[in-house]
């Protein structure tokens, strides 16, 4: 059951910068962890970064620390992944996701969206 809604991929050419969004009208945001995964045709889901109910701590994975950070607007019950300095290889369907703890591993959340398309190519 889809709870979750991702907005904000799109084309972008390498080295350019898209915001992700993961928002939802069924539950406060706030009182989850949130993470942001992906995946590409052929790979397993992979965690990209996930951050805490009180926005600190958060964490981000090393393969995209630097150019990815995200971020909380618990005042409009939203999540964001700012990514910077795409790179080909970030092409991917991008997912967000709620759960109870902090983690980076997909089997620790409860609610997904279905994803938004992040295509990175001249």
């Known amino acids: 059951q889809v709870q979750l809604v991702e907005s904000g991929g799109g084309l972008v050419q390498p080295g350019g910068s898209l915001r992700l969004s993961c928002a939802t009208s069924?539950?406060?945001?706030?009182?989850?962890?949130i993470g942001w995964f992906r995946q590409a045709p052929g790979k397993e889901r992979e965690g990209i970064s996930c951050?805490?109910?009180?926005?600190?701590?958060?964490y981000v994975e090393m393969f995209v620390r630097g150019r990815f950070t995200i971020s909380r607007d618990n005042t409009k019950n939203a999540v964001y992944l700012q990514m910077d300095n795409l790179e080909p290889e970030d092409t991917a369907l991008y997912y967000c996701a709620a759960g109870r703890h902090f983690s980076i591993l997909p089997r620790d959340y409860e609610h997904w969206g279905q994803g938004t398309q992040v295509t990175v190519s001249s």
């Open positions: 951050i805490s109910t009180s926005e600190v701590p958060k």
């Open positions: 069924r539950f406060t945001l706030e009182n989850y962890v």
